[in-house]
């Protein structure tokens, strides 16, 4: 899951701002960071690994707009 990070100037769905890096996965994916807001497009998908000391319950008819879980910047 290597990639390599360029910026395209693509903006931010968030700020807008064209600072943004995009990731070119060899999968065939690609993945935008913005450094100047902290938007990540793997967001969901990252804070649906994550649970707080596994005390979080999920069940079928729990809200989508619950608590945003933290998510930590992984560095090489």
Same mark, same amino acid.
């Given at each position: 899951m290597?990639a390599?990070? /360029?910026n395209? &100037? @693509? *903006?931010?769905?968030?700020?807008a701002?064209?600072?943004? @890096?995009?990731f070119?996965? %060899?999968?065939? /994916?690609v993945?935008?960071?913005c450094?100047?807001?902290g938007y990540?497009?793997?967001?969901e ?5 994550t &649970?707080f000391?596994?005390g %979080? %319950?999920?069940?079928e008819?729990a809200k989508q707009d619950? %608590? *945003?879980?933290p ?6």
């Amino acid at each position: 899951m290597d990639a390599e990070g /360029f910026n395209e &100037r @693509v *903006p931010c769905p968030r700020c807008a701002s064209e600072r943004t @890096v995009s990731f070119h996965y %060899l999968e065939g /994916f690609v993945e935008l960071e913005c450094p100047d807001c902290g938007y990540r497009s793997d967001a969901e998908e990252l804070g649906a690994l994550t &649970r707080f000391q596994s005390g %979080l %319950l999920e069940r079928e008819d729990a809200k989508q707009d619950t %608590l *945003p879980i933290p998510i930590r910047a992984m560095k090489a």
